[in-house]
């Protein structure tokens, strides 16, 4: 089957959720180029709500950058400061006008309570709605997921049981996402409903360079509707250094987020990996594989040692369509670098906080002085680098 027909068989399954990803495409290609360059700072409402629901997360995998209760220096209230289900639904009500994907992650959000509360309440305000998970307690929440009609269930599986295992630094994982994975499927089946669409997440890892093929098979043993790779994110001391003094000199902010992001990626077993991706891009199976960003063999090796190395990608578009909001209510444009805060939801609406001075002065400064020192490894840099298989 052709990458077009995957795509539209895939559509069909969540016609709403194609066509949120069409608008989302659309928005970084087209419309984020023309407000970076004309709009001085300021941006349409975001396409893409992101929502941290918990820094709390029950697994500890070897390459989180995240920090985890008991790591020092992070205060109790980094894990116990979250918005209530009320709060988060004020934020909906902000929001629902243009519609954005309200993707939900962590931490791990099945932990937080009420989180298929808020689902629910984003459906009915007629927002197309995600929820990436670790699916340790999926199987709990089975008939959760199926009654609030979530669009898209993005589970994290890392390579075949062992492996997965291994990573997750958990015996058993692999087997409750499998069982949680399954009692979606039944519940659907029974309810004769197409969604979610059920995605099989993999972050290339070294420990799992060797077994990225054998994540194929696994997801046609899930009834995965796709297959999704992400090459790894990191940085090394010194680069990490760096973008602390920048962000300490454009914004007076004290960067600290990068440090759990610290990998010495050098002289990895970049071979194995090759022969993954050549297997993938072969691959005969009638769903999608997708690859983000796409690294040319030739330029693997770069990719993983050199920290300039950005693909061609010279400027962040996401911060013009994403927005990210933390469990305490912060407003920040990086993923995984929340390090500068635009505002917070308990001050302020956040249409208010999305154009306001501190974001449209992260914006300014971003095109003023080109990507920060962290950006290279960001997968937020790499939006309109996908390889469709
Ligand atoms: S499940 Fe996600 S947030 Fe939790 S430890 Fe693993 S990578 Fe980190
Ligand atoms: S690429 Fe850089 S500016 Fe853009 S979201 Fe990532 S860290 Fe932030």
Redesign the pocket.
């Given at each position: 089957m052709t990458p077009f027909f995957k795509k539209l068989r895939l559509a069909y399954k969540n016609p709403s959720l194609a066509w949120h990803k069409a608008r989302v495409t659309f928005r970084n290609e087209v419309t984020a180029k023309g407000d970076y360059h004309l709009r001085d700072g300021k941006a349409r409402p975001p396409m893409v709500v992101a929502v941290r629901l918990t820094n709390l997360?029950?697994?500890?995998?070897k390459?989180?950058?995240?920090p985890?209760v008991g790591d020092e220096g992070v205060p109790k209230s980094f894990f116990a400061d979250h918005l209530s289900v009320d709060e988060w639904k004020r934020v909906i009500d902000q929001i629902a006008r243009f519609r954005p994907n309200f993707y939900l992650w962590?931490?791990?959000p099945l932990i937080y309570k009420g989180i298929f509360d808020l689902v629910a309440y984003a459906k009915a305000r007629g927002l197309t709605v995600q929820i990436n998970t670790?699916a340790l307690l999926l199987e709990k929440y089975a008939h959760d997921v199926i009654d609030s009609g979530l669009d898209d269930l993005i589970v994290?599986v890392d390579g075949p049981e062992a492996v997965h295992d291994d990573i997750?630094c958990l015996p058993g994982a692999f087997a409750k996402l499998r069982d949680g994975i399954a009692t979606v499927r039944r519940w659907q089946a029974e309810r004769n409903l197409r969604k979610p669409v059920i995605r099989i997440r993999g972050?290339i890892h070294p420990d799992n360079f060797a077994h990225l093929q054998e994540l194929v098979a696994t997801t046609q043993d899930f009834g995965g509707d796709s297959l999704n790779f992400n090459q790894l994110w990191f940085t090394s001391e010194e680069r990490g250094r760096q973008y602390q003094d920048v962000m300490e000199k454009l914004f007076g902010v004290q960067a600290t987020s990068w440090r759990g992001f610290v990998y010495e990626a050098n002289g990895l077993p970049l071979d194995s990996l090759r022969e993954a991706l050549d297997s993938l891009i072969h691959n005969q199976v009638d769903f999608p594989i997708t690859i983000s960003p796409w690294i040319p063999d030739e330029k693997l090796e770069r990719y993983y040692s050199d920290l300039d190395y950005t693909a061609g990608a010279k400027t962040c578009r996401a911060i013009y369509s994403k927005t990210y909001l933390m469990p305490n209510g912060d407003v920040t444009p990086c993923p995984d670098y929340p390090d500068f805060i635009a505002g917070n939801l308990r001050e302020r609406n956040l249409l208010d906080i999305w154009n306001g001075a501190k974001y449209r002065d992260f914006r300014r400064q971003l095109k003023r002085h080109g990507l920060l020192p962290i950006c290279a490894r960001c997968c937020d840099l790499y939006l309109a680098n996908v390889k469709f298989m």
């Amino acid at each position: 089957m052709t990458p077009f027909f995957k795509k539209l068989r895939l559509a069909y399954k969540n016609p709403s959720l194609a066509w949120h990803k069409a608008r989302v495409t659309f928005r970084n290609e087209v419309t984020a180029k023309g407000d970076y360059h004309l709009r001085d700072g300021k941006a349409r409402p975001p396409m893409v709500v992101a929502v941290r629901l918990t820094n709390l997360c029950n697994m500890n995998c070897k390459m989180c950058g995240q920090p985890k209760v008991g790591d020092e220096g992070v205060p109790k209230s980094f894990f116990a400061d979250h918005l209530s289900v009320d709060e988060w639904k004020r934020v909906i009500d902000q929001i629902a006008r243009f519609r954005p994907n309200f993707y939900l992650w962590g931490g791990e959000p099945l932990i937080y309570k009420g989180i298929f509360d808020l689902v629910a309440y984003a459906k009915a305000r007629g927002l197309t709605v995600q929820i990436n998970t670790n699916a340790l307690l999926l199987e709990k929440y089975a008939h959760d997921v199926i009654d609030s009609g979530l669009d898209d269930l993005i589970v994290s599986v890392d390579g075949p049981e062992a492996v997965h295992d291994d990573i997750r630094c958990l015996p058993g994982a692999f087997a409750k996402l499998r069982d949680g994975i399954a009692t979606v499927r039944r519940w659907q089946a029974e309810r004769n409903l197409r969604k979610p669409v059920i995605r099989i997440r993999g972050t290339i890892h070294p420990d799992n360079f060797a077994h990225l093929q054998e994540l194929v098979a696994t997801t046609q043993d899930f009834g995965g509707d796709s297959l999704n790779f992400n090459q790894l994110w990191f940085t090394s001391e010194e680069r990490g250094r760096q973008y602390q003094d920048v962000m300490e000199k454009l914004f007076g902010v004290q960067a600290t987020s990068w440090r759990g992001f610290v990998y010495e990626a050098n002289g990895l077993p970049l071979d194995s990996l090759r022969e993954a991706l050549d297997s993938l891009i072969h691959n005969q199976v009638d769903f999608p594989i997708t690859i983000s960003p796409w690294i040319p063999d030739e330029k693997l090796e770069r990719y993983y040692s050199d920290l300039d190395y950005t693909a061609g990608a010279k400027t962040c578009r996401a911060i013009y369509s994403k927005t990210y909001l933390m469990p305490n209510g912060d407003v920040t444009p990086c993923p995984d670098y929340p390090d500068f805060i635009a505002g917070n939801l308990r001050e302020r609406n956040l249409l208010d906080i999305w154009n306001g001075a501190k974001y449209r002065d992260f914006r300014r400064q971003l095109k003023r002085h080109g990507l920060l020192p962290i950006c290279a490894r960001c997968c937020d840099l790499y939006l309109a680098n996908v390889k469709f298989m």
